[in-house]
Structure formats: structure tokens, C-alpha cells
């Protein structure tokens, strides 16, 4: 395992660039976003590269490698009920040929669909299933692993989860198993401990953050969201034993990354972000 960080947290506490902030957090892996014309963020100032040309995809190989920066994952906001959806897909799969040309393990998943507290479970499962095995078919020999996260409603019901994990039946999909995200759900922090923990053999990728919630409020049913702005914190300073978690990937065999996605940030001054963001990465190597 390694750490890495996603790059809109990395960008989130005024660094001049992406490069920039890797150096001083000491990093050399990031998650890199990819918008829906293929525009991804480079390595310097304001700077975008399109990998979705060959021009483009040769300069951002080449940009990256000269770096020694390896790209640890791609996250893709996906809605696999949108209303194109066959242009949603043919998004996917050219991203997925990208990241095989370029190395890189895993392509976050949405979890989200539009319209999804309107469909019955059983619906919205086929739904995203049927995406899912679309994708795998279409881009056969990739090395390329889909991480779906759980991410909004439908994405932290375990249930769901496990239903699309089954259903595809592939090696190439399993989860980007966001930490804090079951804790925004609502769910109690023991239930969290544990569904992490169960999912730890489904994980290819992570999204690595942390809630202090109070006392009285930690281990019991919430309103989904609730406190999440006002509550959330770099990852060791909060209640989801994070240690535990990076132990149940080792003993699950996972060697990728523990991706740090700090959305506290906006509670503290920029150096202050940039320090708890330096705290966090010796945090994570300490628990490697």
C-alpha cells in the first residue's frame, strides 16, 4: 500500500499547482478527476490536458512520468441514469482505455442515479449492474479495476453494494470504499467500523477522511448528513478507526493506495489545511 491524495484536495489549500502541493505534502501518487470532455488537471499552474486525444494522453503520460508521479486512480462523476446513457458508458470505457494506456489500477465509480429514491431497489440495481457489464464487455484484457464508491444515499446502502458486486460477477469490479461516507449516512460508528471492515476484500481503491462527531451522537442513528460540514476532520482525529481499517486491507491482501480526501478543509485557514493535509500523510505512511 501507498499514500496518495486526490487532486481537488490537494488544489483545495491554495498551492500554485498540483505539482506543487505534491512536493510538499511529499507525495509523488494523486487521483486525478476526469470531466465529461476528458479535461483533466496537469501538473502546473491552471494547467488542463485532454485525454481524450492522442496528442493529449502522450502529453499527460509524459508530463506524470517525467514527475515520477504515479496516477493512483481516476474519478469519474458518472450517472448511469442519465438520459444518454449510451453516451455516458462510451465515456467510461474510453476513460478505462486511458488509464491502460497510462498504468492506472482503478476508475472511481458513482454511485449516484439520477431519479434513483424514485426506482424500486431491484430496478436500480439491474440499472447500474447492467452498466457495469457493458463497460466489462466493452474493454476486454483491460487491467483497469471499477471502484464503485459509496457515495449519496443509494451508494451507503450495503445492500446495494453487494447486490451489484454480485450480480457482475467480475474480478475487475469491487469498491472505492470511502471511509466517512457510511458515517454521513447516518449509520452508528461501530456499524461503520464494521461495513468497512466487511468490504475490505471488494476494495480497489479509497477515499481516506474522518468525522469527530460529539458525545452522545457518535454510536447512535442520524439524520443522514447530519453535522458533516461542522463535524468533519483530518482522518486521526476522528471516530472511525481508521488504523483498523488499513490492517483489515493488509490481512485482505489490497496494495494500492489510501487516497486522502480531506473535505474539513474549509473550517481552517489555508496553512492550517496545508498542515493538517502534511498531518495526515505522515499519519497514513505511520499506520503502513
Request: hydrophobic fraction near 40%.
Amino acid at each position: 500500500m501507498y499514500v496518495s491524495i486526490r487532486d481537488d484536495t490537494a488544489m483545495g489549500v491554495d498551492y500554485p499547482s498540483l505539482g506543487d502541493a505534491l512536493k510538499d505534502l511529499g507525495l509523488n501518487a494523486v487521483e486525478i478527476g476526469v470531466w465529461h470532455d476528458y479535461k483533466v488537471r496537469g501538473l502546473g499552474p491552471d494547467e488542463n490536458l485532454n485525454i481524450g486525444t492522442a496528442n493529449g494522453l502522450a502529453k499527460f503520460k509524459k508530463q506524470f512520468s517525467d514527475a515520477g508521479i504515479q496516477i493512483s486512480a481516476f474519478l469519474l462523476s458518472n450517472d448511469f441514469n442519465a438520459e444518454d446513457v449510451d453516451a455516458e458508458i462510451a465515456w467510461v470505457v474510453q476513460v478505462c482505455k486511458a488509464a491502460d494506456e497510462l498504468g492506472v489500477p482503478a476508475i472511481r465509480i458513482d454511485a449516484y442515479m439520477r431519479n434513483q429514491d424514485e426506482l424500486p431497489f431491484d430496478t436500480r440495481m439491474e440499472i447500474f449492474s447492467s452498466c457495469i457489464k457493458r463497460i466489462i464487455e466493452a474493454t476486454p484484457g483491460s487491467k483497469v479495476k471499477l471502484g464503485i464508491e459509496n457515495h449519496g444515499s443509494q451508494g451507503n446502502d450495503p445492500e446495494f453494494l453487494q447486490a451489484c458486486i454480485d450480480s457482475v460477477s467480475s474480478p475487475r469490479l469491487g469498491l472505492t470504499v470511502d471511509t466517512a461516507n457510511l458515517y454521513w449516512r447516518g449509520y452508528p460508528v461501530s456499524t461503520v467500523d464494521a461495513i468497512i471492515k466487511r468490504f475490505a476484500p471488494n476494495t480497489v481503491h479509497t477515499h481516506m477522511k474522518n468525522i469527530c462527531f460529539p458525545e452522545g451522537t457518535k454510536d447512535v442513528e442520524r439524520e443522514m448528513g447530519w453535522g458533516y460540514m461542522e463535524y468533519c476532520c483530518p482522518l486521526q482525529d476522528g471516530d472511525i478507526d481508521i488504523k483498523g481499517y488499513v490492517e483489515a486491507l493488509r490481512e485482505a491482501g489490497y496494495k494500492d493506495d489510501l487516497c486522502i480526501e480531506d473535505e474539513s478543509l474549509g473550517r481552517f485557514t489555508k496553512e492550517v489545511g496545508k498542515q493538517n493535509l502534511r498531518r495526515q500523510v505522515e499519519f497514513l505512511i505511520s499506520l503502513l
